[in-house]
C-alpha cells in the first residue's frame, strides 16, 4: 500500500510538470510552423514585459493597503489594556475579542476566495477594503463591550477580502522577481505595526483608544481614490473567457514599462470549474492543500501568539528580568480583581516597536532562504527556528535581552508568513488559485483565533505552559513540512491542473521505470 502511494505521489508530480512544459512549449511550437499563427499566453506576456514602473505602482497601492490590514489586526495588541479598564473585563473577555476578529476572518476567507476566483480578484479586494474601513469607524464608537467585539468581527471579514491583494499582485509579477519582491511586502506590514504603536504612544494618553481608531482610519478613505490604477488580474480575465481585456490590460502594462508585448495574438482555454474547491482536493494537489492548511494554521498561530504574547508580558510585567526597572519590577497578577488597569508605559510601546522591527530587519535572510533553499526547506528551517525561539522566552534575561529575543521571535514568524504566503501563491493554479488562498487563511485564522486564548489566558497561570504549546507547534509543522510535494522555486504559474486518472499499466510501468533510474 505505502509503495502504490509513492507511486501515484510521483505520478502526480511528473503530470504537474508535464503540465506545465505544454504550456511553456505552446509558443516554441507556433515560432517552429512557419504557416502557424503566432500566439502567446498570459505567462509568455507577464515573463516579457518584466519588472517596471507599473509594478512600483502596483507594490505602493497595495502595499499601503497592506499597511491599512496591519494597522487593524495590530490594533488588538495596543488598546486591549485600555478596554480591560473601561469595560471591567477579564482575561478570557480581552482574548475573545481578537477571536472574534480572526473568526470573521476565517468565515469570510473562503468566501472572498470563492468570489474572487468567479468574479474577479480587484472587486474583492477593493469591496473589503471600503468595508473594513467603515465598520472598523464605527468600533469607535461601540457603547458596550459586545457591540466591540460584535463590529470588530466585522472589520475581519473585511481584511480577509483585501488578502486577496497578495494573489493580485502574485499573478501581476515574473518567476524570477517573485523571490525577491513578495517578501517587500512585510516592510509595509512593518510600517502598519510601527504606525499603530506610534499613534497609542501619541494619542491614547491624551485623546483615548476611540480617537486612536478614528485617525487611523483616515489614510483608507483617501487609499480608495487609488484603487482605479489597478487593473484586474490578466489572469483571471483569460480564465474567465475575458481576452480582449486581458490584452488591453497587458498593453497598458507594457506600454507604462516600455515594452513590447510578444508577437502573435493572446490565445488562452477559458476555464468554466474556476473556483470548485474540487481542484484542491484532487489527486495532484490533496497531499499539498493538507499540509498547507497545517502549515497557514500554525503561521497564524505563531505569529499572533508573538504579538499577543508581547503585549501580555509586558502589560502583566510577567518577564522574568535580572535587571528590571522600577516599572517591571511588580508583578500584576490582580487575582481578586476584575481589572487591571494597567496602561503601557512609554517603555513599553518602545519594545513593541523595537519586535516589529524584527519583520524588516531579516528581509535580506528570507530573500536568500527562499532563493537557494527553495520554498519547502525554508518553511522547514523557519518554523524549526521559531520552535526555539518561542521556549527561549521564557528564560530569564535583561530587558535588552528580552527585547533581542523578541525581535527574533516576530522576525522568524514574520519570514515562515512570507514564505508560505508565496508558496500557496505559486502552487496552486490559476482557476483556484485564490479559493486556495481562501481556504488556506481561514485555517490560518483558527490559530489566530486559538492563540489570544493561551497567550492571554494562559500567560497569566504560567509562562512556560503559554509558550509552549506555540514551539511545539512550530516544530511538528516545521518536520512535515518535508512531506510537501511541489517545490515552485523558479516555475511557472499554473493555468489549470488536469485531474490525473491513473492507467493501470502505463502509469505503473513508468512509475516502475523512474524508480529504477
Not at 507594457?254 to 482536493?281: D, F, H, T
Not at 535580506?364 to 527562499?370: A, D, E, S, T
Not at 526547506?377 to 533581542?404: D, E, H, P, W, Y
Not at 501563491?425 to 492563540?451: D, Q
Request: hydrophobic share 50%.
Amino acid at each position: 500500500m505505502m509503495g502504490d502511494h509513492m507511486k501515484t505521489q510521483l505520478v502526480n508530480a511528473i503530470h504537474l510538470q508535464e503540465v506545465e512544459m505544454q504550456e511553456k512549449s505552446k509558443q516554441i511550437a507556433n515560432h517552429s510552423s512557419g504557416d502557424a499563427e503566432l500566439t502567446y499566453t498570459v505567462e509568455d506576456a507577464v515573463e516579457t514585459i518584466g519588472f517596471g514602473r507599473f509594478h512600483i505602482l502596483l507594490f505602493c497601492i497595495m502595499g499601503s493597503a497592506t499597511i491599512v490590514e496591519a494597522m487593524e489586526i495590530m490594533l488588538l495588541a495596543v488598546v486591549s489594556p485600555e478596554i480591560r479598564c473601561e469595560w471591567h473585563l477579564q482575561d478570557w473577555q480581552v482574548a475573545l475579542v481578537s477571536t472574534m476578529v480572526f473568526l470573521g476572518f476565517m468565515l469570510c476567507g473562503v468566501l472572498s476566495g470563492y468570489i474572487s476566483d468567479r468574479y474577479g480578484r480587484w472587486k474583492v479586494v477593493f469591496g473589503g477594503f471600503v468595508w473594513s474601513a467603515y465598520f472598523s469607524l464605527l468600533t469607535s464608537f461601540a457603547p458596550t463591550y459586545s457591540w466591540f467585539i460584535f463590529l470588530r468581527s466585522l472589520v475581519g471579514c473585511g481584511v480577509a477580502a483585501v488578502s486577496q491583494g497578495f494573489v493580485l499582485k502574485t499573478e501581476f509579477i515574473p518567476a524570477k522577481h517573485r523571490a525577491n519582491l513578495l517578501p517587500l511586502a512585510t516592510i509595509f506590514w512593518m510600517l502598519g505595526s510601527m504606525l499603530i504603536i506610534l499613534l497609542g504612544m501619541e494619542v491614547v494618553p491624551t485623546l483615548g483608544w476611540r480617537w486612536m481608531i478614528r485617525i487611523s482610519v483616515a489614510p483608507s478613505i483617501l487609499l480608495i481614490f487609488l484603487f482605479k490604477f489597478i487593473p484586474e488580474s490578466a489572469r483571471y480575465n483569460v480564465s474567465a473567457g475575458n481576452v480582449d481585456e486581458a490584452v488591453r490590460t497587458l498593453q497598458w502594462i507594457a506600454k507604462m514599462n516600455r515594452v513590447s508585448l510578444p508577437e502573435g495574438r493572446l490565445v488562452e482555454k477559458a476555464e468554466e470549474s474556476r473556483g470548485s474547491w474540487k481542484i484542491l482536493l484532487s489527486p495532484a494537489l490533496r497531499r499539498t492543500s493538507l499540509l498547507l492548511w497545517c502549515s497557514w494554521f500554525v503561521a497564524s498561530f505563531a505569529y499572533y501568539g508573538s504579538v499577543l504574547s508581547s503585549s501580555e508580558l509586558l502589560e502583566k510585567n510577567l518577564l522574568c528580568v535580572i535587571d528590571p526597572d522600577e516599572e517591571h519590577s511588580v508583578k500584576h497578577r490582580h487575582e481578586d480583581s476584575l481589572c487591571y488597569c494597567i496602561p503601557f508605559a512609554q517603555s513599553d510601546y518602545q519594545t513593541l516597536m523595537i519586535s516589529c522591527l524584527g519583520e524588516f530587519g531579516l528581509i535580506p535572510l528570507n530573500i536568500c532562504l527562499l532563493n537557494v533553499c527553495g520554498r519547502r526547506r525554508t518553511l522547514t528551517i523557519l518554523q524549526l527556528l521559531a520552535a526555539v525561539l518561542f521556549m527561549l522566552l521564557s528564560i530569564c534575561t535583561t530587558m535588552f535581552g528580552f527585547t533581542v529575543l523578541l525581535f527574533l521571535v516576530r522576525a522568524s514568524v514574520s519570514m515562515n508568513f512570507n514564505a508560505v504566503y508565496i508558496y500557496t501563491a505559486e502552487v496552486y493554479p490559476t482557476v483556484a488559485r485564490s479559493l486556495g488562498m481562501g481556504f488556506c487563511t481561514s485555517f490560518s485564522r483558527i490559530g489566530g483565533m486559538i492563540a489570544p486564548f493561551i497567550a492571554q489566558v494562559l500567560m497569566s497561570e504560567s509562562v512556560i505552559l503559554a509558550l509552549s504549546p506555540f514551539a511545539v507547534a512550530c516544530f511538528i509543522c516545521g518536520l512535515a513540512n518535508f512531506l510537501l510535494p511541489i517545490e515552485t522555486k523558479g516555475r511557472a504559474l499554473l493555468v489549470r491542473v488536469s485531474i490525473l486518472f491513473l492507467k493501470k499499466k502505463e502509469n505503473l510501468i513508468t512509475t516502475n521505470s523512474l524508480l529504477k533510474v
